[in-house]
T-cell receptor, first 115, second 113 residues
Framework: GDSVTQMEGPVTLSEEAFLTINCTYTATGYPSLFWYVQYPGEGLQLLLK???ADDKGSNKGFEATYRKETTSFHLEKGSVQVSDSAVYFC??????????????WGLGTSLGVNP | KAGVTQTPRYLIKTRGQQVTLSCSPISGHRSVSWYQQTPGQGLQFLFE???????NKGNFPGRFSGRQFSNSRSEMNVSTLELGDSALYLCASATGGYNSPLHFGNGTRLTVT
């Protein structure tokens, strides 16, 4: 079945360091891919998305490219800030047998950024 | 545009009781999904409603139920509460297409004692 595998955390970085959070998926068909972020005490927010192969999603300095050949959607940021400390979720969305939403979530990666 | 609103933010109940959580989606969104989030299990899908019909359901016991009203507002009910039901319950709304992003509320923190 479809699945999303995300690198385990927690990840701890110093401010201005480069960030990569790995996400790989297995899916039949052509899913859409998402990164969500959850700040302490809040719900999840959409960070970026890509709906087809080679699409690059970007937002707030974060980027991720939909790589069909490696079935990956790794999240990157060139210079992290303390305010980026949060939990990051990779997710896959595809139509199920009834053409409704099937959403598969990674387990989340906790990021802490030290000043 | 107002975001997704969940009430109440915090709730404390005792084992055996029942609880109802409420979610008001973003105006115009017809899809409402519910999730349970715990440190051990992560994000677990409960169910999704679209235009008052349940169209997806996760692997939760029948004690967990929900409904959606004609104005797209949704409620989730848990009966005969167990200690393991303590969690953050998140509601998310979307326009409905399978690749439309979810917009989450800040959740209801349920503690069962």
């Amino acid at each position: 079945g479809d699945s999303v595998t995300q690198m385990e955390g927690p990840v701890t970085l110093s401010e201005e360091a480069f960030l990569t959070i790995n996400c790989t998926y297995t899916a039949t068909g052509y899913p859409s891919l998402f990164w969500y972020v959850q700040y302490p005490g809040e719900g999840l927010q959409l960070l970026l998305k890509a709906t087809k192969a080679d699409d690059k999603g970007s937002n707030k300095g974060f980027e991720a490219t939909y790589r069909k050949e490696t079935t990956s959607f790794h999240l990157e940021k060139g210079s992290v800030q303390v305010s980026d400390s949060a939990v990051y979720f990779c997710a896959l969305s595809a139509p199920n047998a009834g053409n409704n939403r099937k959403l598969i979530w990674g387990l989340g990666t906790s990021l802490g950024v030290n000043p | 545009k107002a975001g997704v609103t969940q009430t109440p933010r915090y709730l404390i109940k005792t084992r055996g009781q029942q609880v109802t959580l409420s979610c008001s989606p973003i105006s115009g969104h017809r899809s409402v999904s519910w999730y349970q989030q715990t440190p051990g299990q992560g994000l677990q899908f409960l169910f999704e409603y679209f235009s008052e019909t349940q169209r997806n359901k996760g692997n939760f016991p029948g004690r967990f139920s929900g409904r959606q009203f004609s104005n797209s507002r949704s409620e989730m009910n848990v009966s005969t509460l167990e200690l393991g039901d303590s969690a953050l319950y998140l509601c998310a709304s979307a326009t409905g297409g399978y690749n439309s992003p979810l917009h989450f509320g800040n959740g209801t923190r349920l503690t069962v004692t």
